[in-house]
């Protein structure tokens, strides 16, 4: 059996295609969809990629959060489906209120592009269960909506319940409160995470290969239990 991961194409993704091609080098079928599609064409799960949907106005990932997909997504995110949010995928996330949280302006006010260093601080849940708790990886990042804000409770919350999935190590990017670089929610099911693991799937092409660990995670999860 193949697994299937739908990837969200929203009008200004960017990351959408390489997202798709992290998907099949993992070893998974990877399935187009689209902003305005209210089916998730039965996939297994769900990758929202990176980019400036429609074009980041208002605020980033506002808009999308309206988008038809959405809708759906949400419905099957809250029924334990696998979804990743990658950078705007993160900010849909948020927006969405499928994560806690919300993402702002660097505090720097500048883009920043790098090879960021990451400390892995749970390794339970569907995206993250080949990696171990504590393990530094590296992976792209590329952001200029990147820091994370939360109020002093949701963040006690999200510390308190293990669902700070990964922090920035080797110094903060981008202001991001308590160095948080991704988390989930309280199933595990849904992760968001602002630096890009689909820039670190293949050997010469990136800073390392920890990327595809994402992919093979969620991929191994869903035909675990199919």
Known sequence: ??????????????????????????????????????????????VLPGGFSYGDYLRAGAISRFAPV????????????PVLGICNGFQILCESHLLA??????????FVCT?????VEN???????????????VIPLKNQDGQFIADERTLDELEGEGRVVFRYSGGN??????????ITNARGNVVGLMPHPEHAIESGFGPS?????????????TLATA
């Open 1 to 46: 059996m193949t697994a299937r991961v739908g990837v969200v194409t929203f009008p200004g993704s960017l990351d959408d295609r390489d997202a798709a091609r992290a998907v099949r080098l993992a070893g998974a079928e990877p399935v187009r969809l689209w902003h305005a599609d209210e089916d998730l064409a039965g996939v297994d799960a769900v």
């Open 70 to 81: 959405m809708s759906t997504v949400v419905d099957a995110a809250n029924g334990g489906l």
């Open 101 to 110: 949280g919300a993402m702002i302006k660097n505090d720097h006010l500048h």
């Open 115 to 119: 090879d960021q260093k990451l400390r």
């Open 123 to 137: 390794a339970d849940t569907a995206w993250t269960h080949q990696f171990g708790a504590g393990e530094d990886i």
């Open 173 to 182: 990017p981008n202001g991001s409160r308590r160095d948080i670089a991704g």
């Open 209 to 221: 290969l920890d990327g595809l660990r994402f992919f093979t995670s969620a991929i191994t999860a």
